[in-house]
């Protein structure tokens, strides 16, 4: 009983896979046919085509890093350039906070002597004109 239950169960499975073989066997004979100097030929005009687009490819990324190191570079040296200038305008600013204070200190003291001199004419005018009206006035 267990062989005849294995015989049914084998029989369809053998069928199946020999149906299979069956639908396999032109292609393998298409292979078989091709001639393999045709199939090495082909094989090595794909792989030149191949290192030709990865030669292409490399190339393509060499100048594209090269632009982007030139642009580095360039925005290096203008980096630099900018930070210069900001020297220069700190320099100049301070010189221009120094005059400033220099010429503020010298505008205070002569508007300083100015009052002093105002007050000193109004002292000198106030003390003849005093006299004259104590004279004129009985």
């Given amino acids: ?22 639908a396999e066997m032109p292609d393998r004979i298409g292979q078989v046919a091709e001639d393999p100097k045709k199939v090495l030929r082909d094989r090595v005009t794909r792989v030149n085509a191949a290192f030709a687009e ?8 060499r100048r594209d890093l090269d632009a982007q190191q030139a642009a580095r570079d360039a925005l290096l040296a203008q980096a630099e350039e900018q930070q210069r200038l900001l020297e220069i305008d ?15 200190k010298t505008t205070i003291r002569a ?22 009206i104590n004279m004129l006035v009985p």
């Fill in 54 to 61: 990865a030669t292409a490819l490399m190339d393509e990324l």
């Fill in 1 to 22: 009983m267990t062989i005849a239950l294995v015989f049914l169960t084998a029989l369809p499975v053998s069928a199946i896979s020999l149906l299979r073989v069956a």
């Fill in 90 to 104: 700190k320099e100049q600013a301070e010189k221009i906070r120094q005059i400033l204070i220099g010429e503020t």
């Fill in 111 to 132: 508007e300083r002597r100015q009052q002093w001199m105002f007050f000193a004419l109004g002292v000198a005018a106030s003390i003849p004109i005093g006299v004259a």
